[in-house]
């Protein structure tokens, strides 16, 4: 996120201390984006981008006015933490990794919280880190002076095709979603897996299936062929023990066409 008066992190006191930063339209949106984009939870846990999640929707709630204030007790049930040295635990993580301010309360006095945005990832561009096209148009608040929609693939793409910021785009950007090239397997390793989980799927049946479609799902390209495996052995496909298949020797098509974990 570029600096500047609406978007700076925070904002230090004449004493020292921090204030609550100026955000920008939507910025619990695009925070809450970013979390995915950058894997945060990877990083600091699932329960701490959690926590981080509802405090920057209850900063919403305020409109920006001012950090939020719980009590440790208020808290926990809210994040769905059984104790308090959970919640200390958690709290502390996301502290110490820059996403979370957090101010200790008092006798009379709730402690206060605010999301931050760690050095080096708010700059980052605000596209879409699935494995759709990024040529949704923006809705109509977001349209050019014509009145023209304009498309993400217009805005965060280079001819090239690469990603990049745009003045009229969020600050809040991704990491490019770098994926793995996929390695077909051999009959060997496809055995050794199905050993491992005990199945009844016929490797060099699977191998065969597979290779002779391009190691496609559909109309898409395999990603993961371990999870193609437990498909077929979720559905009871092509089982080498009980002959179960077509009489052609083929796969049962019903197993083909389900959404399978790529």
């Not at 945005?117 to 561009?125: F, K, W, Y």
Request: with cysteine.
């Amino acid at each position: 996120m570029a600096e500047g008066p609406a978007t700076r992190l925070h904002e230090a006191a004449p004493s020292g201390e921090a204030v609550y930063p100026k955000r920008p339209p939507f910025f619990a949106h695009r925070f809450c984006r970013l979390l995915t984009d950058a894997a945060v939870a990877q990083d600091i846990g699932p329960e701490a981008c959690w926590l981080l999640t509802i405090i920057v929707h209850q900063e919403d709630a305020k409109r920006y006015r001012g950090p939020v204030t719980f009590w440790n007790e208020q808290l926990m049930p809210l994040c769905g933490f059984g104790g308090r040295g959970r919640l200390v635990a958690v709290r502390k993580k996301a502290v110490e990794a820059g996403w979370l301010h957090y101010e200790g309360g008092s006798k009379g006095r709730a402690g206060a919280y605010w999301v931050l945005i760690p050095a080096g990832l708010d700059n980052l561009p605000d596209t879409n880190c699935d494995e759709s096209p990024t040529d949704i148009c923006r809705s109509e608040s977001e349209q050019q002076p014509d009145g023209k929609p304009e498309c993400r693939s217009v805005l965060g793409r280079q001819p090239d095709g690469k990603r990049t910021a745009n003045a009229h785009h969020s600050s809040l950007t991704l990491i490019p979603n770098k994926r793995a090239h996929f390695v077909e397997p051999t009959v060997e390793e496809v055995r050794a897996y199905c050993r491992e989980r005990d199945n009844a799927v016929d490797p060099q049946r699977f191998v065969d299936y597979y290779t002779a479609n391009g190691w496609r799902v559909g109309k898409n390209t395999m990603r993961d062929w371990k999870a193609a495996v437990r498909t077929w052995e979720k559905n009871g496909v092509d089982h080498a023990r009980n002959g179960s298949g077509n009489s052609n020797g083929s796969p049962r098509r019903i197993a083909l066409d389900p959404v399978i974990e790529l």
